[in-house]
């Protein structure tokens, strides 16, 4: 039973152009929610998170939106840079006392020159 | 620089030969973390550390334990590995401050276990 779920394996995009990254989730008590960017041959490196007293959390190119009705949250890069190319996970949580990340499956990105 | 290092990154094994996979960290946190990855999948939390209380998740087999003797050290000894416990095993720190665990995850690279 997946509770954070990632839906497109794959996305491709222009370099200069949007990314958006989606992610859902099921777990109402999820309030903490964090993407993660994977390069080949190295573990998972924290990229931006956003609670969920926020809709709205933006740090230089990267911007995560949280629709907490829609149990929906996105990353967004603008400008996409070929060095964006790579793995990107979505994980949820709740900040309850012995709460741990879920995981979604993560999504390749790939910025073309 | 503090960094998380696993050890061996690339391991291979033979059905039933227990093998163990090292992590250290040089961050000083109070939390270390193992996860499970196969190819497509999310990562899977086995267990994790604070400090030396040890937490099992309740899907986490039998076949998979874990030692912590310091703060820098985290091992996964898998007892008899079978063909379905191939993939990246990923370990993890961090903070912890307060009790909290949705502080920010530091990952090592990855050990890749192959079972022949």
């Known amino acids: 039973d997946q509770q954070v779920k990632q839906n497109s394996p794959s996305l491709s995009v222009q370099e200069g152009r949007i990314s958006i990254l989606n992610c859902d989730y099921t777990?109402?008590?999820?309030?903490?929610f964090l993407w993660y960017k994977k390069y080949p041959a190295e573990g998972p490196t924290f990229l931006i998170s956003?609670?969920?007293?926020?809709d709205k959390n933006e740090d230089g190119r990267f911007t995560v939106f949280l629709n907490k009705s829609a149990k929906h949250l996105s990353l967004h890069i603008v400008p996409s840079q070929p060095g964006d190319s790579a793995v990107y996970f979505c994980?949820?949580?709740?900040?309850?006392?012995?709460?741990?990340?879920?995981f979604g499956k993560g999504i390749t990105l790939s910025v073309r020159p | 620089d503090a960094m998380v290092i696993q050890n061996p990154r690339y391991q291979v094994t033979q059905f039933g030969k227990p093998v163990t996979l090292s992590c250290s960290q040089t961050l000083n946190h109070n939390v270390m973390y193992w996860y499970q990855q196969k190819s497509s999948q999310a990562p899977k939390l086995l267990f994790h550390y604070y400090d030396k209380d040890f937490n099992n998740e309740a899907d986490t087999p039998d076949n998979f334990q874990s030692r912590r003797p310091n703060t820098s050290f985290c091992f996964l000894d898998i007892r008899s590995p079978g063909l379905g416990d191939a993939a990246m095993y990923l370990c993890?720190?961090?903070?912890?401050?307060?009790?909290?665990?949705?502080?920010?995850?530091?990952f090592g690279p990855g050990t890749r276990l192959t079972v022949l």
């Open positions: 994980a949820a949580s709740d900040t309850g006392a012995n709460s741990k990340l879920t």
């Open positions: 777990n109402s008590m999820f309030d903490y």
């Open positions: 993890a720190t961090s903070r912890g401050a307060g009790g909290a665990l949705t502080d920010t995850q530091y």
């Open positions: 956003i609670s969920s007293i926020k």
